[in-house]
């Protein structure tokens, strides 16, 4: 391993911002408000539907402007990073776990590749078009075997997508 390599691997420890310890406190979390707040979130049967469509609405919108050119192609990316983000972070919580895992591997491809082209949005949007059946059709949960699939073709597109650019 060469120098820079090393040293890029290093672990780097920032020091956390005391502003937020100060406005909740230190210390161990009682475990019945921990277990109070589980339950709530266990029982929570809002309708992730309006929430997943702004944000799916969001993703639609840097697709629709990469494609025009309207943006550049690093602000339209973190665009779409970030509505994938905040699908994946909210999914779960609503009970939509294969929105949650599919938008986990959207992130690592948009993580991922050097440059947007034809070819990967092409994938997004096939994957934007997918998470919105998902939503209108309210398949909550992990999808069963068919959510597998759907996983499963996902992670095969970005593989082939980036086995096609590292020949």
């Not at 909210?90 to 009970?95: D, G, L, V």
Request: with cysteine; glycine share 6%.
């Amino acid at each position: 391993m060469s120098e820079s390599n090393s040293s890029q691997n290093k672990v780097r420890v920032f020091k956390a911002d005391k502003q937020l310890q100060q406005k909740v406190g230190t210390g161990p979390l009682d475990e019945a408000i921990v277990e109070r707040c589980q339950d709530v979130m266990d029982r929570n049967d809002v309708d992730f539907a309006p929430l997943a469509m702004e944000f799916l609405g969001k993703l639609e919108n840097a697709i629709k402007d990469v494609t025009a050119e309207k943006k550049s192609k690093e602000e339209s990316v973190h665009e779409m990073t970030n509505a994938v983000m905040q699908l994946k972070a909210n999914a779960s919580t609503f009970h939509y776990n294969l929105i949650g895992n599919m938008a986990n591997i959207m992130l690592s491809f948009l993580e991922g590749i050097q440059e947007i082209d034809n070819d990967a949005i092409a994938i997004v949007n096939a994957h934007h078009q997918t998470l919105k059946a998902i939503v209108l059709k309210k398949m909550s949960g992990d999808g069963g075997p068919i959510g597998k699939q759907m996983e499963d073709e996902l992670k095969a597109a970005c593989k082939r997508y980036f086995a096609k650019r590292t020949k």
